[in-house]
């Protein structure tokens, strides 16, 4: 059990429908990440959560919108993406700090047609 | 900026046999240094973390990794390599930035594991 449930665990959509990606944490920590996950590439930092407020934004597109109501819930929404978001969307969360791990969730596998 | 190099793109060992995947680190100052590993379809799960104390790392499933300072290493072995073994894993650096912290992965050794 990872303590950090992510959902839906598959998606196919549309480039020009709006979807929400869902993540919860029971973990009790102060951070949560949203990371994207590409075929032969290293893993990419999209959004950071500290303490409830945004701290961190890696140049993403403004086709991703992230959400983060209070410390044990994540969104990612998505509208109007391009094929190459095809990839593999993990959340994670953390006590902040520099050698505190994070703990990830199994992630969702999104397919844009 | 800090980095992180993992030299192998794909290890392959046979069943019982020793594993060992490489990573060396750029840091400009004490590091905290993870191994994490991803089964697939699954999300990544912790090994083991090196935060600048015993040099020497145990994690889980019989994993150690090993900090060295002056070859800038910080290499994750197993003595006898099982099937279950196989995956992808991670070498990882945290990095501060403004009021948090962040995660800097390499690029990934994937682990094939011959019966």
Same mark, same amino acid.
């Given at each position: %059990?990872? /303590? !950090?449930?992510?959902t839906?665990?598959h998606? !196919?959509? /549309?480039? &020009?429908?709006k979807?929400s990606?869902?993540?919860?944490?029971?973990?009790?920590?102060?951070a949560?990440?949203?990371y994207?996950?590409?075929?032969?590439?290293?893993?990419?930092?999209?959004?950071?959560?500290?303490?409830?407020?945004? !701290? %961190?934004?890696?140049? !993403?597109p403004?086709?991703?919108?992230? %959400?983060?109501?209070?410390?044990?819930?994540?969104?990612l929404?998505?509208? &109007? *993406?391009?094929?190459?978001?095809?990839?593999?969307? *993990?959340?994670?969360s953390s006590?902040e700090? /520099?050698?505190?791990?994070?703990h990830? /969730?199994?992630g &969702?596998?999104?397919?844009?047609? | 900026?800090q980095?992180?190099?993992q030299?192998d793109?794909?290890?392959?060992v046979? #069943?019982g046999?020793?594993?060992?995947l =490489?990573?060396n680190?750029?840091? $400009?100052y004490s590091?905290?240094?993870?191994?994490y590993?991803?089964?697939?379809?699954?999300g990544?799960?912790?090994?083991?973390?090196?935060t600048?104390?015993?040099?020497?790392?145990? @994690?889980?499933?019989?994993?150690?990794? #090993?900090?060295?300072?002056?070859?800038t $290493?910080?290499?994750l072995?197993?003595p006898?390599?099982h099937?279950? +073994?196989?995956? #992808?894993?991670?070498c990882?650096?945290s990095e =501060?930035m +403004?009021s948090?912290?962040?995660?800097?992965?390499? $690029? @990934?050794?994937r682990?094939l594991? =011959?019966?």
């Amino acid at each position: %059990e990872t /303590g !950090v449930t992510q959902t839906p665990r598959h998606l !196919v959509m /549309g480039m &020009t429908n709006k979807k929400s990606l869902k993540c919860e944490q029971h973990l009790g920590h102060n951070a949560m990440y949203w990371y994207k996950q590409s075929a032969k590439k290293p893993l990419e930092l999209m959004f950071v959560y500290s303490l409830e407020e945004r !701290v %961190e934004n890696n140049s !993403v597109p403004s086709r991703f919108s992230p %959400e983060c109501p209070n410390s044990s819930h994540l969104f990612l929404h998505l509208h &109007t *993406l391009q094929p190459e978001d095809s990839a593999l969307y *993990l959340c994670a969360s953390s006590q902040e700090g /520099g050698s505190q791990p994070q703990h990830f /969730g199994d992630g &969702t596998r999104l397919s844009i047609l | 900026a800090q980095s992180v190099t993992q030299l192998d793109s794909h290890v392959s060992v046979s #069943e019982g046999t020793p594993v060992l995947l =490489r990573c060396n680190y750029s840091s $400009s100052y004490s590091p905290s240094l993870f191994w994490y590993v991803q089964h697939p379809n699954k999300g990544l799960q912790l090994l083991l973390k090196y935060t600048s104390a015993a040099t020497l790392v145990k @994690g889980i499933n019989g994993f150690e990794a #090993e900090f060295k300072k002056s070859e800038t $290493s910080f290499h994750l072995t197993k003595p006898s390599a099982h099937m279950s +073994d196989a995956a #992808e894993y991670f070498c990882v650096v945290s990095e =501060r930035m +403004d009021s948090s912290y962040k995660l800097i992965f390499g $690029s @990934g050794t994937r682990l094939l594991v =011959r019966p």
